[in-house]
């Protein structure tokens, strides 16, 4: 019982890079299917978020915000690296 106690207390990690923010058409692709993204979602390593018109944030592991334009691409190489294009 100790030990579950000492497991529920301790602190969790980080979050995972998520989105904060959307306004207009925003996807992911993901294991090559592409839905529409939504508010909280989780971005996975291998994820493509794609904002095609509109505007999207992402939250990052330390807390840093990445914003992103209209016709913009953000590759999700791990969970604290993303990579950026214009599409």
């Known amino acids: 019982v100790l030990g579950l106690l000492a497991q529920r207390d301790r602190p969790a990690g980080p979050p995972p890079a998520h989105i904060t923010y959307l306004d207009g058409r925003v ?3 993901r294991d090559g299917q592409s839905t529409e993204a939504s508010v909280n979602m989780p971005l ?9 018109d509109g505007r999207a944030e992402v939250m990052l592991p330390d807390g840093s915000l990445l914003h992103l334009d209209e016709q913009t691409v953000a590759d999700a190489l791990a969970p604290d690296r993303p990579a950026l ?3």
Do not use: K, Q
């Not at 996975?44 to 095609?52: N, Q």
């Open 44 to 52: 996975a390593d291998g994820d493509r978020l794609r904002v095609e």
């Open 27 to 29: 996807s992911i692709d």
């Open 85 to 87: 294009r214009r599409a």
